[in-house]
T-cell receptor, first 113, second 114 residues
Protein backbone atom coordinates (compact mmCIF):
# COMPACT_ATOMS: atom_id res chain seq x y z
CA UNK A 1 0.00 0.00 0.00
CA UNK A 2 1.10 3.55 -0.53
CA UNK A 3 0.08 6.84 1.01
CA UNK A 4 1.04 10.47 1.15
CA UNK A 5 0.71 12.89 4.04
CA UNK A 6 0.95 16.62 3.51
CA UNK A 7 1.63 18.45 6.75
CA UNK A 8 -0.33 21.65 6.97
CA UNK A 9 -3.45 22.23 4.91
CA UNK A 10 -2.70 25.96 4.77
CA UNK A 11 0.63 27.75 4.58
CA UNK A 12 0.99 31.51 4.49
CA UNK A 13 4.21 33.34 3.62
CA UNK A 14 5.19 36.87 2.76
CA UNK A 15 6.28 37.77 -0.74
CA UNK A 16 10.01 37.11 -1.04
CA UNK A 17 10.09 34.63 1.83
CA UNK A 18 11.03 30.97 1.68
CA UNK A 19 8.30 28.53 0.71
CA UNK A 20 8.37 25.11 2.37
CA UNK A 21 5.57 22.62 1.77
CA UNK A 22 5.93 19.27 3.50
CA UNK A 23 5.19 15.83 2.13
CA UNK A 24 5.86 12.44 3.68
CA UNK A 25 5.17 9.21 1.86
CA UNK A 26 4.73 5.55 2.59
CA UNK A 27 5.43 2.99 -0.10
CA UNK A 28 6.26 -0.70 -0.13
CA UNK A 29 8.38 -0.28 -3.26
CA UNK A 30 10.80 2.46 -4.33
CA UNK A 31 8.47 5.35 -5.01
CA UNK A 32 8.01 7.73 -7.84
CA UNK A 33 6.92 11.04 -6.38
CA UNK A 34 5.31 14.11 -7.88
CA UNK A 35 4.29 17.63 -6.95
CA UNK A 36 1.36 19.16 -8.77
CA UNK A 37 -0.05 22.69 -8.57
CA UNK A 38 -3.67 23.72 -9.00
CA UNK A 39 -4.67 27.31 -9.68
CA UNK A 40 -8.28 28.35 -9.07
CA UNK A 41 -10.77 26.83 -11.48
CA UNK A 42 -8.09 24.85 -13.27
CA UNK A 43 -6.85 21.30 -13.37
CA UNK A 44 -3.64 20.12 -11.77
CA UNK A 45 -0.36 20.57 -13.58
CA UNK A 46 2.99 19.00 -12.91
CA UNK A 47 5.60 21.01 -11.00
CA UNK A 48 8.27 18.34 -10.73
CA UNK A 49 8.82 14.62 -10.35
CA UNK A 50 11.26 12.21 -8.74
CA UNK A 51 11.85 8.93 -10.55
CA UNK A 52 14.89 7.46 -8.79
CA UNK A 53 17.48 9.63 -10.49
CA UNK A 54 18.94 12.68 -8.73
CA UNK A 55 17.52 13.20 -5.25
CA UNK A 56 17.30 16.97 -5.72
CA UNK A 57 14.73 17.68 -8.37
CA UNK A 58 14.17 21.04 -10.00
CA UNK A 59 10.84 21.98 -11.44
CA UNK A 60 9.08 24.88 -13.05
CA UNK A 61 8.70 28.37 -11.60
CA UNK A 62 11.77 28.04 -9.37
CA UNK A 63 10.46 25.18 -7.26
CA UNK A 64 12.56 22.22 -6.20
CA UNK A 65 12.15 19.18 -3.98
CA UNK A 66 14.54 16.82 -2.30
CA UNK A 67 13.91 13.11 -1.93
CA UNK A 68 15.10 11.85 1.46
CA UNK A 69 14.66 8.12 1.80
CA UNK A 70 15.75 8.03 5.45
CA UNK A 71 13.04 10.52 6.34
CA UNK A 72 10.50 9.26 3.75
CA UNK A 73 10.04 12.87 2.76
CA UNK A 74 9.74 14.86 -0.45
CA UNK A 75 9.37 18.48 0.68
CA UNK A 76 8.79 21.24 -1.85
CA UNK A 77 10.73 24.50 -1.56
CA UNK A 78 11.17 27.81 -3.30
CA UNK A 79 13.70 30.38 -2.06
CA UNK A 80 11.56 33.44 -2.70
CA UNK A 81 7.77 33.43 -2.92
CA UNK A 82 5.95 35.39 -5.56
CA UNK A 83 2.33 36.47 -5.51
CA UNK A 84 1.66 34.24 -8.51
CA UNK A 85 2.65 31.17 -6.43
CA UNK A 86 -0.62 31.36 -4.52
CA UNK A 87 -2.36 28.08 -5.33
CA UNK A 88 -3.05 24.62 -4.00
CA UNK A 89 -0.21 22.12 -4.08
CA UNK A 90 -0.54 18.35 -4.15
CA UNK A 91 2.04 15.71 -3.44
CA UNK A 92 1.48 12.33 -5.11
CA UNK A 93 3.06 8.89 -5.08
CA UNK A 94 2.57 6.36 -7.83
CA UNK A 95 2.43 2.61 -7.56
CA UNK A 96 4.34 1.59 -10.65
CA UNK A 97 2.95 -1.92 -10.45
CA UNK A 98 -0.70 -0.91 -10.20
CA UNK A 99 -0.38 2.19 -12.34
CA UNK A 100 -2.33 4.59 -10.20
CA UNK A 101 -1.35 7.66 -8.22
CA UNK A 102 -2.28 8.46 -4.65
CA UNK A 103 -2.61 12.15 -3.86
CA UNK A 104 -2.21 13.98 -0.59
CA UNK A 105 -4.94 16.22 0.74
CA UNK A 106 -3.30 19.32 -0.66
CA UNK A 107 -1.75 22.44 0.86
CA UNK A 108 -3.11 25.87 0.07
CA UNK A 109 -0.34 28.42 -0.23
CA UNK A 110 -1.18 32.06 0.44
CA UNK A 111 1.37 34.77 -0.40
CA UNK A 112 1.01 38.06 1.43
CA UNK A 113 2.27 41.30 -0.10
CA UNK B 1 -0.88 20.78 -28.84
CA UNK B 2 -4.36 20.38 -27.43
CA UNK B 3 -4.50 19.20 -23.86
CA UNK B 4 -7.12 17.03 -22.22
CA UNK B 5 -10.51 18.39 -23.17
CA UNK B 6 -13.51 18.01 -20.89
CA UNK B 7 -17.12 18.96 -21.40
CA UNK B 8 -19.24 20.46 -20.10
CA UNK B 9 -17.24 22.82 -17.90
CA UNK B 10 -20.28 23.46 -15.74
CA UNK B 11 -23.41 21.40 -15.26
CA UNK B 12 -26.36 22.19 -13.03
CA UNK B 13 -29.05 19.56 -12.80
CA UNK B 14 -31.79 18.36 -10.55
CA UNK B 15 -31.68 15.30 -8.36
CA UNK B 16 -32.65 12.19 -10.26
CA UNK B 17 -31.48 13.38 -13.64
CA UNK B 18 -28.85 11.63 -15.71
CA UNK B 19 -25.50 13.36 -16.07
CA UNK B 20 -22.89 12.57 -18.71
CA UNK B 21 -19.40 14.02 -18.54
CA UNK B 22 -17.08 13.74 -21.49
CA UNK B 23 -13.34 13.60 -21.94
CA UNK B 24 -10.97 13.64 -24.88
CA UNK B 25 -7.46 12.59 -23.80
CA UNK B 26 -4.23 13.72 -25.37
CA UNK B 27 -3.58 11.84 -28.58
CA UNK B 28 -1.20 8.93 -28.06
CA UNK B 29 -1.74 8.63 -24.34
CA UNK B 30 -2.37 5.08 -23.20
CA UNK B 31 -3.97 5.78 -19.84
CA UNK B 32 -7.07 7.71 -18.89
CA UNK B 33 -8.14 8.53 -15.35
CA UNK B 34 -11.32 9.96 -13.85
CA UNK B 35 -10.98 11.85 -10.56
CA UNK B 36 -13.48 13.58 -8.32
CA UNK B 37 -12.53 16.57 -6.15
CA UNK B 38 -14.52 17.80 -3.18
CA UNK B 39 -13.65 19.87 -0.16
CA UNK B 40 -14.53 17.03 2.19
CA UNK B 41 -12.78 14.14 0.45
CA UNK B 42 -10.09 15.84 -1.60
CA UNK B 43 -9.00 14.23 -4.87
CA UNK B 44 -10.34 10.71 -5.37
CA UNK B 45 -9.52 8.33 -8.20
CA UNK B 46 -12.75 6.87 -9.53
CA UNK B 47 -11.59 4.65 -12.38
CA UNK B 48 -8.80 4.35 -14.90
CA UNK B 49 -8.35 2.77 -18.30
CA UNK B 50 -5.37 1.37 -20.14
CA UNK B 51 -5.74 1.11 -23.91
CA UNK B 52 -9.50 1.63 -23.54
CA UNK B 53 -9.88 -1.22 -21.05
CA UNK B 54 -10.99 -0.46 -17.48
CA UNK B 55 -8.23 -1.54 -15.12
CA UNK B 56 -9.41 -0.45 -11.70
CA UNK B 57 -12.89 0.83 -10.88
CA UNK B 58 -12.65 0.31 -7.15
CA UNK B 59 -13.05 4.03 -6.58
CA UNK B 60 -16.44 4.27 -8.26
CA UNK B 61 -18.72 5.15 -5.38
CA UNK B 62 -21.75 3.06 -6.31
CA UNK B 63 -23.70 1.54 -9.15
CA UNK B 64 -25.12 4.89 -10.11
CA UNK B 65 -21.71 5.69 -11.60
CA UNK B 66 -20.46 4.17 -14.82
CA UNK B 67 -17.61 4.95 -17.18
CA UNK B 68 -16.83 3.90 -20.71
CA UNK B 69 -14.05 4.37 -23.18
CA UNK B 70 -15.29 3.25 -26.58
CA UNK B 71 -12.13 4.35 -28.37
CA UNK B 72 -8.75 5.90 -27.68
CA UNK B 73 -9.98 9.46 -28.06
CA UNK B 74 -13.15 9.52 -26.01
CA UNK B 75 -14.42 8.59 -22.58
CA UNK B 76 -17.61 9.26 -20.64
CA UNK B 77 -18.52 9.26 -16.98
CA UNK B 78 -22.21 8.83 -16.36
CA UNK B 79 -24.22 9.29 -13.19
CA UNK B 80 -27.76 7.95 -13.19
CA UNK B 81 -29.68 8.97 -11.16
CA UNK B 82 -27.75 11.94 -9.81
CA UNK B 83 -27.92 13.01 -6.15
CA UNK B 84 -26.91 16.24 -4.39
CA UNK B 85 -23.92 14.47 -2.79
CA UNK B 86 -22.50 13.93 -6.28
CA UNK B 87 -21.83 17.65 -6.54
CA UNK B 88 -18.11 18.01 -7.15
CA UNK B 89 -15.51 18.85 -9.75
CA UNK B 90 -14.76 15.86 -11.96
CA UNK B 91 -11.37 15.73 -13.62
CA UNK B 92 -10.18 13.62 -16.47
CA UNK B 93 -6.45 13.02 -16.84
CA UNK B 94 -4.35 11.12 -19.31
CA UNK B 95 -0.87 9.72 -19.24
CA UNK B 96 1.52 8.48 -21.87
CA UNK B 97 2.51 5.58 -19.65
CA UNK B 98 2.30 4.68 -16.05
CA UNK B 99 5.21 4.67 -13.68
CA UNK B 100 7.29 7.64 -14.66
CA UNK B 101 4.53 9.19 -16.73
CA UNK B 102 3.05 12.41 -15.46
CA UNK B 103 -0.67 13.01 -15.42
CA UNK B 104 -2.12 15.67 -17.71
CA UNK B 105 -5.36 17.02 -16.32
CA UNK B 106 -8.28 18.64 -18.04
CA UNK B 107 -9.82 21.77 -16.61
CA UNK B 108 -12.59 19.81 -14.95
CA UNK B 109 -16.36 19.62 -15.06
CA UNK B 110 -18.08 21.31 -12.14
CA UNK B 111 -21.28 19.44 -11.34
CA UNK B 112 -24.02 20.85 -9.13
CA UNK B 113 -26.97 18.62 -8.33
CA UNK B 114 -29.88 20.47 -6.77
Amino acid sequence: AQSVTQLGSHVSVSEGALVLLRCNYSSSVPPYLFWYVQYPNQGLQLLLKYTSAATLVKGINGFEAEFKKSETSFHLTKPSAHMSDAAEYFCAVINTNAGKSTFGDGTTLTVKP
Amino acid sequence: DAGVIQSPRHEVTEMGQEVTLRCKPISGHDYLFWYRQTMMRGLELLIYFNNNVPIDDSGMPEDRFSAKMPNASFSTLKIQPSEPRDSAVYFCASSLRTGTGELFFGEGSRLTVL
